[in-house]
Nanobody, 126 residues
Framework: QVQLVESGGGLVQAGGSLRLSCAAS????????VGWFRQAPGKEREFVAA????????YDADSVKGRFTISRDNAKNTVYLQMNSLKPEDTAVYYC???????????????????WGQGTQVTVSS
């Protein structure tokens, strides 16, 4: 069992930066693929970024490439999402998630993530 708690959201102007954190509990967290997803009002939840259990592989949505960076510190059971050059269209609730599927095939597949945090709001003003 893995429990996830996000923090770090807030209001920022376009062009600014935020770093989201996701604190995890559970002895096996370091063996899970971790991902960030987001959901804007009236839209479906969408993939943002993911990282393999050992940090060796990362996957990004095209919409955030070059602007967002996912990282993890297994010693601290924490995952981060550094968001730079934020745009108003990045406004959403951001969710941290964990998946037992290690294959890169499933890194972007929301259905393969069994554990979810409660979400943190990110609002980017123009």
């Amino acid at each position: 069992q893995v429990q996830l708690v996000e923090s770090g959201g807030g209001l920022v102007q376009a062009g600014g930066s935020l770093r989201l954190s996701c604190a995890a509990s559970g002895r096996t967290f370091s063996t899970y693929t971790v991902g960030w997803f987001r959901q804007a009002p009236g839209k479906e939840r969408e993939f943002v970024a993911a990282m393999s259990w050992n940090g060796g592989s990362t996957y990004d949505a095209d919409s955030v490439k070059g602007r967002f960076t996912i990282s993890r510190d297994n010693a601290k059971n924490t995952v981060y999402l550094q968001m730079n050059s934020l745009k108003p269209e990045d406004t959403a609730v951001y969710y941290c998630a964990a998946s037992a599927y290690g294959s890169y095939t499933y890194a972007r597949d929301i259905a393969k993530y069994a554990y979810w945090g409660q979400g943190t709001q990110v609002t980017v003003s123009s």
